[in-house]
């Protein structure tokens, strides 16, 4: 599908900016010779894309990379998972290092990684790249391949599915060569449940827990984490996490797409289908439609921590039905939920703006549908709650059998033991990666001069006055775990 918009012919030896040649891609291939300063690629890339995203735009955007550039520097991830993928590269890379090769020296140093597919694609690749633990981490660029496209969208990459025509890719190309550099937080998650007396911990069907690898995954009986006669999992995240009135609506998109996949092809369609879910589930009337007992005060205590040890209760207003951990600025289609803070609210309640390399995360709540239209708004918000390096939620015994959960787009129905009261779901900072990003960036960094620091003083809401001043932050955690076996077919 070519996108209408013309674009020009790129010069000769345009695309030798980017191919990689076999002998760094594939260990024990004949080795090369090349002279340094002359054939050394500026932006070398390696591709790897879901080929069942976007319908069949994936498959049609493997097929022109592969055309473009050299076959072995695109890889489809049906087919093969990144952590082994990069492990290869590196360790060929690492060795041609030691035999003084500057050709895999200077590649290694500019090599970047680009993935196209949903917000669940690129979350994979981006644990993959924590975990693995790098000597020289690749910066990451991301193809909106998916529905909604909040991970590219705050990277400057659009939240439109791209063009899959050679031009439409080239194009693109030449947004990566361009790139800025741009260090964002990552965030690991924990959750743990006792395991209960009757029943199961896993999800309640059609949707399992997510498997790609900023989502949770059952700590192994040797792992330090692991607690005798407890469900302990962990994951990590980049985008957001979310609990209540959002994530069951994405809960029942999801639902009905693994039901019924041939509904949808397209991302029009999607969006158009998720809009309807939310008025069918009765979220703009959820006074009415839902019970107080699925207000996120009812169902757990909230803590953060604003000094290394030091828990504080996070007050959550009653009418709060749905909370967001944010640490990018693009929400459900590129929304941002927690806005500016102008220099009042800043400095009366000690907020900032929401950077995404400050090793805070936002933490936003939301009434009920209507709540959330306030985002069409200019300078509209959420209901402002805190800023963490840390959050901690404690369910309530007996105050619900499930809740709906979101991590980056993938939601899930999580059961809760009726028996006892330790379900735990705790958020912490975990590090940074690096991202690359376009001049029409919305993300935000600390150490930029150029980042706005105060928001409208007229126009910024004084809805959120009313919630309890405390405000905190916090940070530290391990590792996440890479799973062999992942299926990314549902990662769209």
């Given at each position: 599908?070519?996108?209408?918009?013309?674009?020009?012919?790129?010069p000769?030896?345009?695309?030798?900016?980017?191919k990689i040649?076999?002998?760094?891609?594939?260990?024990?291939?004949?080795?090369?010779?090349?002279?340094?300063?002359?054939?050394?690629?500026k932006?070398?890339v390696?591709?790897?894309?879901?080929?069942?995203?976007?319908g069949?735009?994936?498959?049609?955007?493997l097929?022109?990379?592969?055309?473009?550039?050299?076959?072995?520097?695109?890889?489809?991830?049906?087919?093969q998972?990144?952590?082994?993928?990069l492990?290869?590269?590196?360790?060929?890379?690492?060795?041609?290092?030691?035999?003084?090769?500057?050709?895999?020296?200077?590649?290694?140093?500019?090599?970047?990684?680009?993935?196209?597919?949903g917000?669940?694609?690129?979350?994979?690749?981006?644990?993959?790249?924590?975990?693995?633990?790098?000597?020289h981490?690749?910066?990451?660029?991301?193809?909106?391949?998916?529905?909604?496209?909040?991970?590219?969208f705050?990277?400057?990459?659009?939240?439109?599915?791209?063009?899959t025509?050679?031009?439409?890719?080239?194009a693109f190309?030449?947004?990566?060569?361009?790139?800025?550099?741009?260090?964002?937080?990552n965030?690991h998650?924990?959750?743990?449940?006792?395991?209960?007396?009757?029943?199961?911990?896993?999800?309640?069907?059609?949707?399992e827990?997510?498997?790609?690898l900023?989502?949770?995954?059952?700590?192994s009986?040797?792992?330090?984490?692991?607690?005798?006669?407890?469900?302990?999992?962990?994951?990590?995240?980049?985008?957001?996490?979310?609990?209540?009135?959002?994530?069951?609506?994405s809960h029942?998109?999801?639902?009905?797409?693994?039901?019924?996949?041939?509904?949808?092809?397209?991302?029009?369609a999607?969006?158009?289908?998720?809009?309807?879910?939310?008025?069918?589930?009765?979220?703009f009337?959820?006074?009415?439609?839902?019970?107080?007992?699925?207000?996120?005060?009812?169902?757990a205590?909230?803590k953060?921590?604003?000094?290394?040890?030091?828990?504080?209760?996070?007050?959550?207003?009653?009418?709060?039905?749905?909370?967001?951990?944010?640490n990018?600025?693009?929400?459900s289609?590129?929304?941002?939920?927690?806005?500016?803070?102008?220099?009042?609210k800043?400095?009366?309640?000690?907020?900032?703006?929401?950077?995404?390399?400050?090793?805070?995360?936002?933490?936003?709540?939301f009434?009920?549908?209507?709540?959330?239209?306030?985002?069409?708004?200019?300078?509209?918000?959420?209901t402002?709650?805190?800023?963490?390096?840390?959050?901690r939620f404690?369910?309530?015994k007996?105050?619900?059998?499930?809740?709906?959960?979101?991590?980056?787009?993938?939601?899930?129905?999580?059961?809760?033991?009726?028996?006892?009261?330790?379900?735990?779901?705790?958020?912490s900072h975990?590090?940074?990666?690096?991202?690359?990003?376009?001049?029409?960036?919305k993300?935000?960094?600390m150490y930029?001069p150029s980042?706005?620091?105060?928001?409208?003083?007229?126009d910024?809401?004084?809805?959120?006055?009313s919630?309890a001043?405390?405000f905190?932050?916090?940070?530290?955690?391990?590792?996440f775990?890479?799973?062999?076996?992942?299926?990314?077919?549902?990662?769209?």
């Amino acid at each position: 599908m070519a996108s209408p918009r013309l674009r020009t012919a790129s010069p000769p030896g345009f695309l030798n900016n980017f191919k990689i040649p076999d002998y760094i891609l594939v260990p024990e291939s004949k080795v090369e010779n090349f002279e340094v300063d002359r054939d050394v690629p500026k932006c070398p890339v390696l591709v790897f894309v879901n080929s069942k995203s976007g319908g069949q735009l994936g498959g049609d955007l493997l097929t022109t990379y592969r055309d473009l550039l050299n076959q072995n520097q695109v890889f489809d991830l049906l087919e093969q998972a990144p952590d082994k993928v990069l492990r290869t590269i590196y360790a060929n890379l690492e060795n041609l290092k030691l035999l003084g090769d500057q050709f895999a020296i200077k590649t290694m140093e500019r090599l970047k990684l680009i993935v196209a597919g949903g917000d669940g694609t690129a979350g994979w690749l981006l644990g993959v790249v924590c975990d693995l633990k790098l000597s020289h981490p690749p910066p990451i660029a991301t193809v909106p391949l998916g529905t909604g496209n909040n991970l590219p969208f705050a990277f400057g990459w659009g939240k439109k599915n791209p063009g899959t025509d050679p031009r439409s890719v080239e194009a693109f190309l030449d947004q990566v060569l361009k790139a800025k550099e741009m260090r964002i937080d990552n965030w690991h998650i924990l959750m743990r449940m006792r395991a209960p007396k009757e029943g199961s911990c896993d999800p309640i069907p059609p949707l399992e827990l997510p498997h790609s690898l900023h989502a949770f995954h059952r700590v192994s009986e040797a792992d330090e984490l692991n607690m005798e006669g407890c469900h302990t999992f962990r994951g990590g995240f980049w985008n957001y996490f979310s609990m209540g009135m959002d994530a069951q609506v994405s809960h029942a998109f999801h639902s009905e797409r693994k039901l019924h996949p041939e509904k949808f092809k397209n991302q029009l369609a999607n969006q158009s289908t998720y809009a309807k879910l939310g008025c069918t589930q009765g979220w703009f009337f959820a006074s009415l439609a839902h019970p107080a007992s699925r207000n996120i005060a009812q169902l757990a205590k909230v803590k953060v921590m604003k000094r290394h040890g030091q828990w504080q209760d996070l007050y959550i207003p009653p009418s709060i039905r749905s909370i967001i951990c944010l640490n990018l600025p693009s929400f459900s289609g590129g929304f941002n939920p927690w806005g500016t803070p102008n220099r009042r609210k800043q400095r009366d309640r000690d907020l900032t703006p929401p950077f995404v390399d400050d090793g805070l995360i936002e933490v936003v709540g939301f009434r009920n549908a209507w709540h959330g239209l306030v985002l069409l708004a200019p300078n509209g918000h959420g209901t402002r709650l805190a800023q963490a390096h840390r959050i901690r939620f404690e369910f309530h015994k007996g105050a619900a059998d499930s809740t709906f959960m979101r991590i980056d787009g993938e939601p899930w129905q999580q059961p809760l033991p009726v028996d006892d009261d330790t379900v735990v779901v705790e958020i912490s900072h975990h590090g940074q990666v690096n991202m690359l990003a376009t001049h029409i960036c919305k993300s935000k960094s600390m150490y930029d001069p150029s980042s706005p620091r105060f928001g409208d003083e007229e126009d910024d809401s004084e809805e959120e006055d009313s919630v309890a001043e405390e405000f905190r932050k916090f940070g530290a955690a391990d590792t996440f775990k890479i799973s062999d076996d992942v299926d990314l077919s549902h990662l769209s």
